[in-house]
């Protein structure tokens, strides 16, 4: 079946534009999260989205972060005002919501480079 | 505070023989670990995982082994394959943060033919 699908695979920009990253999650799976890989790093968590629940955003790194979730499916990832220091890969995964803990099944990222 | 840690960045196996990624973590409310396997240009792929009640979870050529007491997972792929060959992140949950994975920093494997 089909898997975790992001949007687009790569984004060039300038300083200080706008960018909105897109993820499809795996049919059926309720939860919903970004990560970020910046060069070099581990795997940094941003957001997590479940059901109709208040999503967690104890990730974002400023307020130039939003994230949302429409349906309860498709999420878009959106930086303002892009700094360089964003330039990362930023990878969507998703999860069946239980019983108990489940696997996060990632995508295969959007990389981000800011000029 | 890197909760998660894999302290060899890499690791070097000859084709056949038994590879061991290690990591420790320090925060004693995680009760769910996972390892995933990264290629270039890819997303990482789940791979195994394990709960806080067992310690011992396997799956083919793949073990995770877990001491609660040390605070130390291993992962034992045998025999290792050159295709094997990637970068491995253990990762954990629980506690406060129960949905999100804590990432260690990824150990690169290299398998000899």
């Known amino acids: 079946g089909a898997g975790v699908s992001q949007s687009p695979s790569n984004k060039v920009t300038e300083k200080g534009k706008d960018v909105e990253l897109r993820c499809d999650p795996i049919?059926?799976?309720?939860?919903l999260y970004w990560y970020r890989q910046s060069l070099g790093q581990g795997l940094e968590f941003l957001i997590y989205?479940?059901?109709?629940?208040?999503?967690?955003k104890s990730g974002l790194p400023s307020d130039r972060f939003s994230a949302e979730r429409t349906g309860g499916s498709v999420s878009t990832l959106t930086i303002q005002r892009t700094q360089q220091e964003d330039s990362a890969v930023y990878l969507c995964?998703?999860?069946?919501?239980?019983?108990?803990?489940?696997?996060?099944?990632f995508g295969d990222g959007t990389r981000l480079s800011i000029l | 505070d890197q909760q998660v840690k894999q302290n060899s960045p890499s690791l070097s196996v000859q084709e056949g023989r038994i590879s061991i990624l290690n990591c420790d973590y320090t925060?004693?409310?995680?009760?769910?670990f996972l390892w995933y396997k990264k290629y270039p240009a890819e997303g990482p792929t789940f791979l195994i995982s394990?709960?806080?009640?067992?310690d011992k979870n396997e799956d083919g050529r793949f073990t995770v082994f877990l001491n609660k007491s040390a605070k130390h997972l291993s992962l034992h792929i045998v025999p290792s394959q050159p295709g094997d060959s990637a970068v491995y992140f253990c990762?954990?949950?629980?506690?406060?943060?129960?949905?999100?994975?804590?990432f260690g920093q990824g150990t690169r494997l290299t398998i000899n033919p």
């Open positions: 990762a954990a949950s629980g506690g406060w943060g129960a949905q999100k994975l804590v």
């Open positions: 989205f479940q059901g109709n629940s208040a999503p967690d």
């Open positions: 049919s059926g799976h309720t939860a």
């Open positions: 394990i709960s806080s009640i067992k």
């Open positions: 995964a998703s999860s069946l919501a239980g019983p108990g803990a489940q696997p996060q099944h």
């Open positions: 925060n004693s409310m995680f009760d769910y």
